[in-house]
C-alpha cells in the first residue's frame, strides 16, 4: 500500500500508541484506567487515588493516599518570579494561556530537568499536580486584579482547590462533588491534548514542555473549551423555551453545539457526562432550583431528535461548577488540571517507552518536476 493511501483525516480510529494506561471499550461501553472502570472508581475513590493510580500503577491504601496528598502539599507553593510573569501579562489574557505560560516557565526552577528518569519524571508529575491549583487560580486573580490567595494544607487537595477558587470554604458534598468532577475528567485514553503531549515527548523534551503543548490543544472549543461555551450558552438562554430556540437556530445556521458529540462515543452519551448529571440533579435539589437541570434535558431532547448526538462531559461539567460557584473562565483551566495527572502518566510511558512521532503526508501542491 501506497503511503498516501493509508491517509485517515483527523487520524479517526488509528492507532498511535500502545499504552497501559488506559482505554476506552466502546464494546463495553466502559472506560478502563489501569484495568478499573472509572465510572466505578467515581463512585468509591477520590481525585488523589487517581492521582496515585494514574502515577503508580495500582490503587493506594490508606497509608499510600495520605502519602501522596503529602508529596502534592509540600509542593503547593510556586516561585514567587513565576506568579511575577503572570502580573506583567496584559490583563485581556485568557486564563488558559496564563496556565499555559506559568507551566512553561515553571521548567526553569526544575534543578533536575535533564533527568526523564522514571523515578525523577514521578517525582516532577507531583510537584507540577501540586502547584497547579495555586497556578490555576491565581493567574485567573491575578489577570482579574485581585490578591493571589494561600492554599489551605488543612483541606483535602481537591477541597483546597475548590476553596481556592470560591475563596469560601466548601461544605462536605461541594467537595465531594468537585472532587468527583476531578476524577472523571482524570484520563481519557487518547484525545488530542494527550496525542499532543506524547508527541512532544517523543522527542525527549521534558515533561513542562508535554505539558505547555497539552493546554494549548485542550484550549480549543472542540476539546477542553466546549465546558465554558456551554455555560455561556446556558446563561444567555435562562429559560428552557429559549434554550431550545438557541439550539434551534444555530442547527439550522449549521453550527455546531458546544457539549455535544464525541470522536469516540459517537451514539452514546459520554458514561462520564450522566455522573455529572447526578451531581447537577444534587446540587438542583439541594438548591430548590432545577432550570439549569431542565435547560440541559430539553437541550439533551433537541439534540437527539434533531441530530442523534449525546452530552460529553462538558456538557455536565458546566452547569455543576457554576452550582458550585465557579467563575467560566477557570472552567478549562481546571478540566486541565485535572487532567494532568493522566497527562503525566502518558509523558512518562513515552519517556519509557519511546519511539520518535514522525508520519508522513498525502501532498496535493503541484510538483514542476
Ligand atoms: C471532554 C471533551 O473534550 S469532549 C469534546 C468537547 N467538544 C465539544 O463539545 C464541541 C462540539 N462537538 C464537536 O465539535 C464534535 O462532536 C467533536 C469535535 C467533539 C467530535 O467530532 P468529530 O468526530 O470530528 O465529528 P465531526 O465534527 O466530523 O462531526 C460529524 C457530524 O456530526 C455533526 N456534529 C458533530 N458534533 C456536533 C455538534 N456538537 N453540534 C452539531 N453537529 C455536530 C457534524 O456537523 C457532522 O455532520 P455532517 O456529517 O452532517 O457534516
Ligand atoms: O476523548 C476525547 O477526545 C475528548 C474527551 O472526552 C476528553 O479528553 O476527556
Redesign the pocket.
Known amino acids: 500500500m501506497k503511503t498516501e493511501d493509508r491517509f485517515v483525516p483527523?487520524l479517526?480510529g488509528v492507532i498511535a500508541s500502545e499504552t497501559g494506561i488506559s482505554l476506552l471499550d466502546t464494546e463495553q461501553e466502559k472506560i478502563i484506567i489501569r484495568g478499573y472502570d472509572l465510572i466505578d472508581l467515581s463512585t468509591s475513590k477520590t481525585y488523589a487515588d487517581l492521582i496515585y493510580l494514574l502515577l503508580e500503577g495500582t490503587l493506594p491504601s490508606d497509608t499510600e493516599r495520605q502519602a501522596a496528598e503529602e508529596k502534592l502539599k509540600v509542593n503547593y507553593e510556586v516561585p514567587a518570579a513565576v506568579m511575577d510573569i503572570l502580573k506583567l501579562l496584559p490583563k485581556e489574557t485568557n486564563p488558559m494561556d496564563g496556565q499555559r505560560t506559568a507551566i512553561s516557565a515553571s521548567a526553569g526552577y526544575d534543578k533536575g530537568l535533564d533527568d526523564r528518569t522514571l523515578e525523577a519524571n514521578k517525582s516532577r508529575a507531583y510537584d507540577i499536580l501540586g502547584q497547579l491549583p495555586a497556578i490555576t487560580v491565581n493567574s485567573y486573580r491575578i489577570l482579574h486584579n485581585e490578591e493571589p490567595i494561600d492554599p489551605d494544607p488543612a483541606l483535602p487537595y481537591s477541597a483546597n482547590f475548590l476553596y481556592m477558587i470560591t475563596g469560601k470554604k466548601p461544605t462536605e458534598l461541594e467537595a465531594e462533588i468537585f472532587d468527583r468532577s476531578l476524577l472523571l475528567y482524570s484520563e481519557h485514553e487518547m484525545?488530542n491534548s494527550t496525542f499532543t503531549s506524547r508527541v512532544i515527548a517523543s522527542t525527549h523534551s521534558d515533561m513542562y514542555g508535554a505539558l505547555t503543548g497539552a493546554v494549548a490543544s485542550l484550549k480549543g472549543?472542540?476539546?477542553?473549551g466546549?465546558n465554558e461555551a456551554v455555560m455561556y450558552m446556558l446563561n444567555a438562554a435562562n429559560s428552557v423555551d429559549k434554550f431550545e430556540k438557541i439550539l434551534w437556530d444555530k442547527?439550522k445556521r449549521k453550527e455546531?453545539?458546544?457539549?455535544?458529540?464525541?470522536?469516540v462515543y459517537m451514539k452514546k452519551m459520554d458514561p462520564r457526562a450522566l455522573m455529572m448529571k447526578e451531581s447537577l440533579k444534587h446540587l438542583c435539589d439541594l438548591k430548590g432550583d432545577s432550570l439549569l437541570l431542565d435547560m440541559c434535558e430539553a437541550g439533551e431532547k433537541v439534540m437527539a431528535q434533531e441530530?442523534g448526538?449525546y452530552p460529553?462531559?462538558?456538557y455536565y461539567a458546566a452547569p455543576v461548577y457554576w452550582m458550585l460557584g465557579v467563575p467560566i473562565p477557570l472552567y478549562t483551566p481546571i478540566f486541565f488540571s485535572s487532567r494532568t495527572a493522566g497527562l503525566c502518566a502518558h509523558i512518562i510511558e513515552q519517556h519509557v517507552n519511546n519511539r520518535l512521532f514522525r508520519p508522513r503526508v498525502k501532498y496535493t501542491g503541484e510538483r514542476y518536476l
Open positions: 483527523g479517526e484525545p472549543n472542540l476539546h477542553g466546549a442547527l455546531k453545539i458546544m457539549g455535544f458529540g464525541h470522536r441530530k448526538l460529553n462531559l462538558d
